[in-house]
Structure formats: structure tokens, C-alpha cells
């Protein structure tokens, strides 16, 4: 039987309209239209306002907290399925609720599953997400999961810098395999933080383990929450010889009182991608988009061709 080749169109969940619309424009699409209606009491329909029978439909929304996000995106596969489309590629460029994505006590969900089943119940065919918090999420899901890394971003950005003395640094033992890659890849040194926490976004106790005297340091993570780990790893490197610290994030979640921990470090940089849009402009931070790399992989996707150059760490 011959393939039949379906025609591609791209939509948005409201938090990312901004980022859908650099995506299509990448892409070389326009972004679908949709309507949001909205009920006095908070709930929410959204309409397909363009035909999308047998078409392959990329639906773009990060799924972070509060739950509005990812119920829409839910909504709008649901909407996607029951309009009789013939692909249903749900892009997360966040993948919310990912931090619990194990029991590390009893009685506890495991969040990320959750979330990952109920987008597969939804009816997504495919999913397009970025620096999972933890790889093996990938497991959780009986779909194709396309798991993209941000380092195809900051790599570059970081070699224009042209930094003498480079160190490449993880805020904590988790990150140390993010941290070892983005080392190799730079041929620098790496310096590992170890930390306790008193409970959730709460350090009691942070120790560094490795030499920063004379470096320029660069921390890794897959994204900045409250700014509580990555401001007091800079501190505590500038007070052990440090020359400059710098952080790469690529979810700035940036709640609670991230801003003013920003501006309060000794933090000489954060750079982060346009995966969740920032709440307030902070000259310490520098956005790189991500809206070429998704859509160059739903290019791809589209055409069934390889993404593993894709797959730099």
C-alpha cells in the first residue's frame, strides 16, 4: 500500500502562544486557530476553529504547575482525537510534574507517570519533550517519546563566550551526568556540589567537591525553581577563589522568591530557553529559544526522517 502523506498542522495552548508562534514561523506553517471559551466559574473549552480530519496535529504547551496547563493541553487532544485527526504529536517543551517521578516516601504519587498515561488516555500518538528531569521518564509512556536535549542550544552559546578556565559544575549528585557530558563536550574540568535539604526548595546544608580557585564557572541543571540551589552554589564558589559564576537552566520555572534570590547572588549569568515564558524581565537572565530545534525536529517527524543529530547528551 502506498504511504499517505497527511498534511501537518501546528497549534498552541494559551501559556505558549508565543513560543507556538516562533515554532510555526520555523516550521514554515502559520499556528492554527483556536478559541479558548471560558465559564464564570474557571472552566475552559477549547475549539478547533479550522478543519483537522487526517491531518498530523502538533499541539505546543509546557505542562507546568498550576494545573490549568496541563488540563488544557489534555483538552486539546481530546479535541484533536474526537475531530477524527490522524496524528496527535503532543510538544511539551517542559514536561511538568516530572520531579515526582518515584516513591522517595510512602504513601506519595508518582506524578510523572500519572501524567504520562493521561496524555496517552487523552489520545496523543507521539510525544515532543526537552531535558526530561529524569531520562527514564521516557519509560513511563507506550508512546514514541521524543526526548530533545538543550545542549544543542547552549553549547554554542557557551563556546562564543570564549571563557579561559572553564569548569563545568551540577548543583547537586543528580546532575552530575548532565554536568560530565556538557565537560566533555567542552574539554574542561568538572566540580560537583553536594547538598541536604530540610525539605522541598529548602537547603540546610551545601558542600563543594572539587577546586574552583582562578576558574570561570559554569553551572548545569534542567531547571531553576526557586533560584535557592543554583544562588547558594555561586555564593559559595565565589568565596572559594571563583572568577565569575554562571548558570544554565532550561526550564526557568522562576517562582517563589527566584528573582530577588537572582538578584541578590553573586550569580554573574543565567541562561535559560523560551520553554516557559518568563514572568518578569531580570537582567541577569538571557533567553535562548528553543523554537528552531522543535521545529526542526517536527520537520522531521512530519517527514519521517532521522533526528538522532539531535541527540547531542
Same mark, same amino acid.
Given at each position: 500500500?502506498? =504511504?499517505? @502523506?497527511? !498534511? ?6 494559551? +501559556?505558549?502562544?508565543? &513560543? *507556538? ?9 502559520? &499556528?492554527? /486557530? ?14 478547533? !476553529? ?5 491531518? $498530523? ?10 494545573? !490549568? ?8 487532544? #481530546? ?6 485527526? $490522524? ?17 522517595? @516516601?510512602? $504513601? ?26 529524569? #531520562? +527514564?521518564? +521516557? *519509560?513511563?509512556?507506550? $508512546? ?27 548543583? #547537586? ?80 520555572? %522562576? ?5 530577588? /534570590? ?7 549569568? %543565567? ?13 541577569? =537572565? ?12 517536527? /520537520?522531521?517527524?512530519? /517527514? ?10
Amino acid at each position: 500500500m502506498p =504511504i499517505v @502523506k497527511t !498534511e501537518a498542522k501546528i497549534f498552541a495552548c494559551t +501559556q505558549s502562544k508565543v &513560543l *507556538g508562534e516562533k515554532i510555526a514561523k520555523a516550521f514554515g506553517a502559520d &499556528l492554527g /486557530n483556536v478559541i479558548t471559551s471560558t465559564y464564570s466559574d474557571g472552566e475552559f473549552q477549547p475549539s478547533y !476553529e479550522e478543519s483537522i480530519r487526517g491531518t $498530523r496535529i502538533f499541539i505546543i504547551g509546557s505542562t507546568n504547575p498550576g494545573p !490549568e496547563n496541563l488540563m488544557e493541553m489534555l483538552l486539546m487532544i #481530546d479535541a484533536a482525537k474526537r475531530a477524527s485527526a $490522524r496524528h496527535i504529536t503532543a510538544v511539551l517543551p517542559y514536561f511538568g510534574w516530572a520531579r515526582q517521578d518515584r516513591k522517595d @516516601k510512602p $504513601r506519595v504519587p508518582i506524578a510523572a507517570k500519572l501524567v504520562a498515561k493521561m496524555l496517552e488516555a487523552a489520545g496523543a500518538t507521539r510525544i515532543i519533550t526537552m531535558d526530561l528531569h529524569a #531520562d +527514564q521518564i +521516557q *519509560g513511563f509512556f507506550e $508512546r514514541p517519546v521524543d526526548h530533545l536535549f538543550a545542549s544543542t542550544i547552549f553549547l554554542p552559546y557557551l563556546k562564543s563566550l570564549n571563557l579561559d578556565n572553564l569548569t563545568i559544575a551540577s548543583p #547537586d549528585m543528580g546532575g552530575s551526568k548532565r554536568a560530565y557530558a556538557y565537560s566533555k563536550a567542552l574539554g574542561s574540568d568538572v566540580v560537583i556540589c553536594y547538598k541536604q535539604r530540610a525539605k522541598a526548595n529548602i537547603i540546610s546544608h551545601m558542600e563543594l567537591i572539587g577546586d574552583v580557585t582562578g576558574k570561570n564557572v559554569v553551572l548545569v541543571d534542567d531547571m531553576v525553581d526557586t533560584a535557592g540551589t543554583l544562588t547558594k552554589a555561586a555564593d559559595l564558589m565565589i568565596e572559594r577563589g571563583a572568577l565569575s559564576v554562571r548558570a544554565i537552566c532550561t526550564h526557568p520555572i %522562576l517562582s517563589g522568591k527566584a528573582y530577588e /534570590n537572582l538578584e541578590n547572588s553573586k550569580l554573574e549569568e %543565567l541562561i535559560v530557553t523560551d520553554s516557559i515564558p518568563l514572568s518578569q524581565d531580570n537582567d541577569k =537572565i538571557r533567553v535562548l529559544s528553543c523554537a528552531d530545534l522543535f521545529a526542526e525536529v517536527m /520537520n522531521k517527524v512530519h /517527514n519521517n526522517q532521522s533526528i538522532s543529530s539531535k541527540f547531542v547528551m
